[in-house]
């Protein structure tokens, strides 16, 4: 849905970072929530397991799932003009750490099943599982996706568009699935396959298929997201949760944004040491103050084990409310306070633009999109992992994947041609 609503260049260019905040961020949010949450059973100010502080990190791990509905609502307005660094650093952390924050918690329960004790020496065995984890996922959800690409690419499939926009629902449903089948992350291994689908198959694909799926999945899209909310509110206001302790609730509420504290501001500081552009310290309060809690953490809480599943259930869902009205309220004020709305009017670029704006004019007759075309071309970075990335790219997978700023033709021709190009467009 976001793939053009964002704008793809910063998404990209903000991948180490996002994924910094994301992966780092979520482990850091999770054990101090967690151990927060701990010595307040034991304090006994709410009747939850101290038996062992597992039951505790699993909570932590499910409520540092962080979703700015609200937020992003506000920072895509483009009456605000907000800044785009910005935009796609929310919106990428909030993506990517719901992935996360799902592996994390399956981990700790994996370990909670086992029935074993929780020990200083338990933490790398926790870590190495969550990697693997988060690792086989990746690599499910990019050959799932690699493979779709391949086939729309170098078949005539964009002849049948009615089958175009079948084979990517089913290839990103097959991805979800296939990583579940194997025990690991469907989120996180379906996230991946968009974010593959997006950056290759988007160019392979029939001028009305682009507009066709683009407006299907947006609107499930919505529509799941308003049935969620739907069933939250009706669990809030129809009385279905009883267990409600208001001091924990805000003990929690504190709990997350000391959390969200001890990981935007150290991390910030760790990306910068590797960025050209600075992330600067109004933008880190934004960021911090972005840290919502929604519909993953709801979910995620329906499968808490133990007899107090009712407690944490009720005070997730009491968190979700306050943190979206109250933080998302406050969004554009914030906005205003600290100086993130950029001057004039968001005129847009090739990468900004709705579908029906970049297939307009397409270059053949079977809808294969022309690269867009940039008003400040971009050089191609020559050093580093960035650079070595866009030469790979360019060279071996766009040719036979599909992409932008290369001609749609395979094999050493083309690889000849890129070699030449010093050109990026995304």
């Keep these: 849905e976001a793939g053009y609503s964002l704008k793809k260049k910063d998404f990209f260019a903000n991948f180490w970072t996002i994924g910094l905040f994301a ?6 949010s999770t054990f101090i929530v967690g151990y927060c949450v701990y010595l307040v059973g034991l304090m006994g100010l709410v009747p939850i397991d101290t038996s062992s502080p597992m039951e505790a990190l699993l909570f932590g791990a499910l409520i540092s799932a962080v979703d700015p509905v ?13 800044d785009p660094l910005l935009y796609s650093l929310v919106f990428g952390e909030s993506v990517l750490n719901d992935a996360v924050a799902i592996v994390l ?3 700790f329960m994996k370990f909670y099943d086992l029935g074993e004790e929780f020990t200083s020496a338990t933490v790398p065995a926790v870590l190495i599982d969550f990697l693997a984890n988060s690792i086989g996922s990746v690599f499910v959800g990019i050959a799932t996706s690699l493979l779709c690409c391949y086939l729309c690419k170098n078949t005539q499939m964009r002849r049948y568009p009615e089958l175009e926009t079948s084979i990517i629902f089913l290839f990103a449903y097959g991805s979800y699935a296939f990583s579940e089948a194997l025990e690991l992350s469907g989120i996180m291994s379906l996230f991946f396959a968009g974010v593959c689908l997006s ?16 407006y299907i999945f947006k609107s499930m899209a919505v529509m799941s997201e308003f049935f969620v909310f739907l069933y939250m509110g009706m669990g809030f206001f129809t009385g279905r949760f009883n267990e409600f302790y208001f001091i924990f609730i805000i003990l929690v509420v504190f709990f997350c944004l000391l959390g969200r504290v001890a990981n935007v501001f150290p991390f910030s500081a760790l990306a910068n040491l590797g960025r ?12 911090w103050f972005a840290g919502l809690r929604g519909a993953i953490a709801f979910a995620l809480s329906q499968n808490m084990p133990g007899a107090h599943r009712d407690v944490y259930i009720s005070t997730t869902l009491s968190v979700v409310i306050l943190t979206t009205v109250v933080c998302g309220g406050l969004t554009e004020p914030m906005l205003t306070r600290m100086g993130m709305k950029t001057e004039g009017g968001d005129k847009g670029t090739d990468d900004e633009r709705p579908y029906e704006q970049l297939v307009r004019g397409s270059g053949d007759a079977e ?6 075309q940039r008003s400040r071309p971009r050089l191609e970075p020559r050093t580093g992992v960035r650079g070595f990335w866009h030469r790979f790219d360019n060279l071996y997978m766009k040719p036979y994947f599909g992409g932008s700023g290369v001609e749609q033709r395979s094999g050493v021709a083309s690889s000849m041609a890129l070699r030449d190009n010093t050109e990026v467009s995304y």
Excluded: D, R, W
């Design 105 to 107: 918690f399956k981990t």
């Design 276 to 287: 050209q552009h600075q992330i600067p310290f109004k933008m880190q309060v934004l960021i």
């Design 199 to 214: 950056h290759y198959n988007v160019y392979n694909l029939s001028a009305t298929s682009k507009i066709t799926a683009n």
């Design 70 to 82: 609200a937020t992003l609502s506000i920072l895509g307005n483009p009456e605000l003009n907000c």
């Design 367 to 372: 809808g294969q999109q022309t690269p867009p």
């Design 23 to 28: 992966v780092m961020g979520t482990i850091v």
